[in-house]
């Protein structure tokens, strides 16, 4: 019973090697497509060894085995990038053995592999001292995993922890001043002390990126920030549970932050988005890009003044610091002047013969519209009519102005209450009326 339970595991059993062979075998490439083949040697369960491009994608494969690790070391001798992501790699044995014999290994993707529970021992560790970005979203890895890999990668610049259930931050005996991006999405990170915590294991970072946490607010004293993020460029908290001003305007505490994004937080979600947009550039007079557009010097001022007006007839109890400033250096500003968009008109004279008839024009329609609407007004024939238009005031000086041009806009003739509109038949040439006969 033994033996056929060993035999069905070993069936079940794919490896690196099995899964890199099949994929790349020279049967798949006919026309080379960036992949030398070279001969294999004697004995090798290979059929040919591939001499292959330097970023292998092997994801969803099944690949739970390194396999030979001499047949690893002659594939991948040029490999820099390594995507093994939604495999089935549960032992980090069997992964040091594969990253070991890739010497020049820059990037690794472990994603969505099963790591749940799975501890690596340090003396393994220091295979990964290559790699420069490493991925471990949805494998549900432990913080003593993550803190012995980036013990043991002094080169490592990119982290990706997306998916892996944190609720906490376990702290590091060892900090990786190497890091330069953390990238934690989708995790169940709510309290500000947890996330103060990644100033002191990674004292360099550039960018961190905490969208869809619960991150409920940004914490700690100006110098506190000061000295945990002091080289913070770029902060995403996307989706977050922020839900007060103090901690937008905490965001300044972070010495060199340029890029910010709060999209989706309760603070917001009573403002349109143009008076979130203004009022969080109000706010953050360093930051360059906001939720991922450029911010114009133009932008700052427009979003500067919106926000004094905004706060300007509020009690002074409930003024933000940044009211003061800002109106040092604009001053107070009048309200701006409310401007009726609704359609004009105006009421004209519109005159058939002897007969008049008081009309409202609309004046953004146009001549087409004016001369469908006179028709059914006075119940005109179908056949031509043409319009002039009289300005009372000026009709001595001018006299009558024929609208021709059906689209041109009435309120380009600057027609006023009192004007009238002169309507006419079309009469036909001589011309006409002989070709007629």
Known sequence: MDTMETSSDEEESRTFVQVL?????????????????????????????LFLPCSLVLSDSGINKAGDRSDIAAFCVHVA??????????DWEEICAIVSNIPHLDFLNLSMNPLMGVQLEPCMAEVFSRVRQLVLINTHISWD?????????????????????????????????????????????????????????????????????SVDCVGDS????????????????????????????RLNFFPKLKEVKVKGIPLLKTYTDQERCSLLLAQLPSVVLLNGSMVSHGDR?????????????????????????????????????????????????VRWGEKVEAMSLHLEQTVAELRKHIRALLQLPHH????????????????????????RALHSYRIQDGDEILVVPKVKSRSSSASGL
């Not at 990038?81 to 549960?90: G, I, R």
């Not at 080289?231 to 937008?248: A, E, F, Q």
Request: with cysteine.
């Open 21 to 49: 062979s099949e994929k790349y075998s020279p049967d798949n490439f006919p026309y080379g497509q960036g992949v030398m083949v070279m001969p294999s040697l004697p004995g090798s369960p290979v059929k040919d060894r």
């Open 81 to 90: 990038e390594l995507d093994l992501s939604q495999n089935q790699l549960k």
């Open 145 to 213: 995993t993550v803190h012995t890999l980036t013990k043991h990668t002094p080169e490592l610049e990119e982290l990706f922890l997306c998916l892996n259930g944190f609720n906490t931050v376990s702290e590091s005996q060892t900090s990786c001043p190497s890091l330069r991006l953390l990238q934690i999405t989708d995790n169940q990170l709510k309290e500000w002390k947890e996330v103060r915590k990644f100033g002191q294991i990674y004292p360099s970072l550039n960018t961190l990126v905490l969208a869809n946490n």
């Open 222 to 249: 100006p110098e506190t920030l000061q000295r945990l993020f002091p080289h913070l460029r770029s902060i995403n908290l996307n989706n977050s549970g922020l839900s007060k001003w103090t901690d937008i305007e």
């Open 301 to 349: 001022e427009d979003a500067e003044r919106f926000f004094i007006r905004h706060y300007q007839d509020c009690p002074k109890q409930e003024l933000p610091e940044r009211y003061h400033v800002l109106v040092s250096k604009y001053g107070r500003l009048a309200p701006l002047a409310e401007v009726d968009l609704s359609p004009r008109s105006t009421m004209v004279d």
């Open 384 to 407: 031509g009519i043409r319009l002039f238009y009289i300005n009372r005031e000026m009709c001595s000086v001018l006299g009558p102005e024929e609208l021709k041009c059906g689209t």
